[in-house]
């Protein structure tokens, strides 16, 4: 891996050790995965913020970088943390774990990283343009950017993303290369689908059959009247997490589908999302919560909630879980959503928060990404069904 003389500088510790530390990473990284060089990067987006995840371990880890010195050198963002920072005790959030959380936050703030605490800034003033080199980590974020905006981006791992940010580079190798762009599979979806519920199962569909391969998806059916990106992002998510894809193309559509073209012999051809819905959760008889926002939600989609919920009040908790930047935008629906009973949260997600501690045993959500989570990381039981779904059935709405 070919390093300039500044790299190399970092590399030796000359800089001090917060850059040996991270120069270590990156190098570390390229020599694993055959890297020529670096590439400079506009963006890092950081996951590993919830204190449920990284724990007193991982903590230690960001202090300790933060007192040798650590700064970001380009623009660097929190995914969700594991509650919303200003309502935890809404969310019924204990106090050691809010108090461990925002330890957390202050020692990556001490660098310079945002505090955005959103696993989707490509829907704020973060969104990267085409071409970008990024180093972001948060696996939906990631196959937004590569696929829907064609920004370039491997999946990073929370401490070499900080790493990334803090050399302000990141090694070239996989979708920051042409050849790592390439489809590697055709994929014929011959049902129709109408909601991002079924974006989602064909997502999941598609993440299991395929592990981490590309795919080049060509829809037979004529695609629903709907937000197409928010459509995209609901399969890609589902896909980034029952496989391991970090891009797609779609016919038509993405903006690199003509510059890649399918090729290659593999094909997968699905006719029904059956085996998806069967496996992501069943309708159950009530749930605890219902749960939209995974990944992030947009104004769009708490628009639609809000026009659900108007002028009436529901039955059951629901929680909504978007960014700080997007509750700002979308003041008239956050209000109509809560006058209903509903909680508009922002700086975290259910997938990341201390679940078990919370008492939710049952959830409803219309994302797939969340359903197949959930069970097995906090043991919840899911009805994965549409948004609207969601709020109609088992709202209790009156
Ligand atoms: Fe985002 Fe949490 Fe879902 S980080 S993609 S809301 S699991």
């Given amino acids: 891996m070919d390093l300039t003389e500044e790299e190399k500088a970092m590399l030796s510790g000359e800089m001090g050790p917060a850059l040996q530390r991270a120069m270590e990473i990156i190098w570390a990284l390229g020599k694993i995965y055959g890297a020529s060089g670096t590439v400079l990067i506009k963006s890092a987006q950081i996951s590993g913020i919830s204190y449920k995840n990284i724990g007193e371990a991982g903590l230690d880890f960001l202090k300790k970088w ?19 920072l200003k309502r935890w005790k809404e969310m019924g959030i204990p106090e050691d774990f809010a108090r461990k959380q925002l330890e957390v936050v202050e020692a990556l ?9 959103t696993c989707a800034p490509y829907l704020t003033r973060n969104r990267p343009e085409f071409g970008e080199h990024l180093a972001w980590s948060e696996s ?22 900080l790493a990334a940010a803090i050399v302000g580079r990141t090694a070239c190798y996989g979708f920051h290369t042409e050849q790592g762009r390439k489809p590697a599979c055709l994929v014929e979806v011959n049902c129709s689908l109408k909601d991002e519920a079924d974006f989602g199962a064909l997502g999941y ?11 080049y998806i060509r829809f037979r059916a004529e695609l629903p009247h709907f937000n197409k990106e928010l459509l995209l992002r609901a399969m890609g998510a589902a896909m980034a997490a029952s496989g391991s894809i970090s891009m797609f193309h779609v016919e038509g559509l993405t903006p690199e589908a003509e510059i890649f073209p399918a090729e290659g012999e593999e094909q997968l051809t699905i006719n029904s999302l059956d085996e998806a819905f069967l496996a992501l959760g069943s309708p159950i008889n009530e ?30 908790k629901l929680w909504v879980t978007t960014s700080r930047e997007i509750v700002a935008k979308a003041g008239k629906a956050v209000e109509t959503i809560e006058e209903a009973g509903g909680l508009v949260l922002s700086d975290t997600c259910l997938v990341v928060a201390p679940v078990e501690a919370l008492g939710i045993r049952k959830v409803a959500t219309n994302s797939a ?30």
Avoid at 66 to 84: F, H, S
Avoid at 109 to 117: C, D
Avoid at 155 to 161: H, M, Y
Avoid at 205 to 215: D, H, M, S
């Fill in 66 to 84: 933060a007192l040798e010195g650590a700064k970001v050198q380009v623009p660097a963002m929190m995914n969700p943390a594991g509650m919303d």
């Fill in 109 to 117: 703030e001490s660098m310079g990283v945002k505090p955005t605490l």
């Fill in 140 to 161: 939906s974020a990631v196959i937004f950017a590569n696929s829907v905006i064609g920004a370039r981006t491997n999946r990073e791992g929370g401490p070499s993303a």
């Fill in 205 to 215: 569909l598609i993440g299991k059959k395929l592990g981490y391969k590309t795919p």
């Fill in 287 to 316: 749930v605890d919560l219902i749960w939209i926002g995974c990944p992030h939600a947009s104004l769009e989609e708490l628009e639609l909630i809000a026009s659900l919920v108007n002028g009436r009040k529901l039955s059951t």
């Fill in 369 to 398: 990404k969340a359903a197949f989570y959930l069970p097995s990381w906090a043991k919840v039981q899911v009805a994965f069904a549409s948004l609207e779904e969601c709020i109609t059935r088992y709202g209790g709405l009156r």
